[in-house]
């Protein structure tokens, strides 16, 4: 469900700050021999950030399927292709199987996706530092 709120520089730069000590991990983790948490953790990074760039925008999705829709509504609004968004339901799917079932995730996988998955993240921290600079500016 999006509801919209008043925007929160404050949780935005917060969520920012976790999403930057998550991929600093990343950078240190071997992918070869832990894929399935490097997954996991590609996946909280870009839902940390998506989270910011639309709380930084008065916009809180919540409930069921809010993971979804999120990914969802960042897409619609800031013009992502349907590969990109496609490619995080898959990584959310995944991170879901991961945490709840125990699904093991091949090495292959993240190594196959890793360049786009980094772009994006590249993208979300650009998006996010835009974001700020507009509204600062107004």
Request: glycine letters at 4%; charged letters at 30%.
């Given at each position: 469900?999006?509801?919209?709120?008043?925007?929160?520089?404050?949780?935005?730069?917060?969520?920012?700050?976790?999403?930057?000590?998550?991929?600093?991990?990343?950078?240190?983790?071997?992918?070869?021999?832990?894929?399935?948490?490097?997954?996991?953790?590609?996946?909280d990074i870009?839902?940390?950030?998506?989270?910011?760039?639309?709380?930084?925008?008065?916009?809180?999705?919540?409930?069921?399927?809010?993971?979804?829709?999120?990914?969802?509504?960042?897409?619609?609004?800031?013009?992502?292709?349907?590969?990109?968004?496609?490619?995080?339901?898959?990584?959310?799917?995944?991170?879901?199987?991961?945490?709840?079932?125990?699904?093991?995730?091949?090495?292959?996988?993240?190594?196959?996706?890793?360049?786009?998955?980094?772009?994006?993240?590249?993208?979300?921290?650009?998006?996010?530092?835009?974001?700020?600079?507009?509204?600062?500016?107004?």
């Amino acid at each position: 469900m999006i509801i919209m709120i008043q925007p929160d520089k404050q949780k935005s730069h917060a969520l920012k700050i976790m999403a930057e000590v998550t991929l600093e991990r990343t950078n240190e983790t071997d992918v070869s021999k832990y894929p399935s948490n490097i997954l996991v953790d590609y996946y909280d990074i870009i839902h940390k950030l998506l989270e910011a760039i639309t709380i930084r925008e008065g916009i809180k999705i919540k409930g069921e399927g809010a993971h979804e829709e999120l990914i969802n509504c960042v897409a619609k609004n800031h013009g992502l292709d349907e590969q990109t968004r496609q490619l995080m339901q898959q990584m959310r799917d995944y991170r879901n199987r991961i945490s709840y079932e125990g699904l093991m995730i091949s090495k292959n996988y993240v190594l196959l996706n890793e360049k786009k998955i980094k772009e994006l993240i590249e993208w979300s921290f650009d998006k996010l530092s835009k974001l700020g600079q507009s509204k600062a500016k107004a």
